[in-house]
């Protein structure tokens, strides 16, 4: 019941909701986020404004677990010597990539990451490829469609939900409720519905009374 709309609960989307929201906050609170070195440092070839960019979000960048390896004398070279006119690829080494919830990123994801901060002003907070991450471990490992659940577990469903941040919508966008009847509007067209009955039988009721009269032998 949702301010008087009595709705149904998609069982799937609803706990693909909750389980987003769990393991989102594992990863951020760090408990489903690791650092895997690379057995081979892997190179990156990256285009001036690239390279400045990963030096101007190094920081967001390590912390969710991507380390490079910058080599100081390119690094004050390539301040001096930026040439919009003329840009130079710069190689950066790639040592070692986050592991969220037991699945390593690569340097693809690390750049789809920074064109995310380039975007964004560094005000991006997950990068793209972890909330996929999220959102494909929710999905599968929410309850499926069909499946049976006792009134217990689907009242913990609703009282889970309720405690998310977008309790209207699955992992991927499409809705958890689907709204079936407004109780409040069906309760006054029922009340209206049955105010005109009632007249109609008073007037039913008059007419039938009148004909009766009319019928009626004259007294004395």
Known sequence: ??????????????????????????????????????????????PEMGYQLLHNYSEQIRQWGWICNFHTQESRSFKKNLDLIHPKPAVVKLLAVPCILGVNLSDVDLLEFL???????????????????????????????GDSLLPSECSLIVEELKQTSLCFQCAHGRPTTAPLVNLEALHNQIA???VSVTNRG?????????ESALSEPACG
């Open 1 to 46: 019941m949702i301010n008087s709309n009595y709705c149904s609960l998609l069982q799937h989307a609803a706990d693909e909701r909750i389980k987003l929201e769990e393991l989102r906050h594992m990863v951020l609170s760090g408990e489903g986020k690791s650092v895997t070195y690379l057995a081979t440092e892997k190179e990156m070839i990256l």
């Open 115 to 145: 064109h995310q901060l380039a975007d964004t002003d560094g005000s991006s907070t997950m990068p793209p490829s972890v909330s996929r991450i999220l959102n494909c471990k929710a999905c599968r490992g929410a309850i499926m469609f």
């Open 192 to 194: 209206k519905m049955q």
């Open 202 to 210: 008073s007037y039913g009721m008059g007419y039938i009374d009148k």
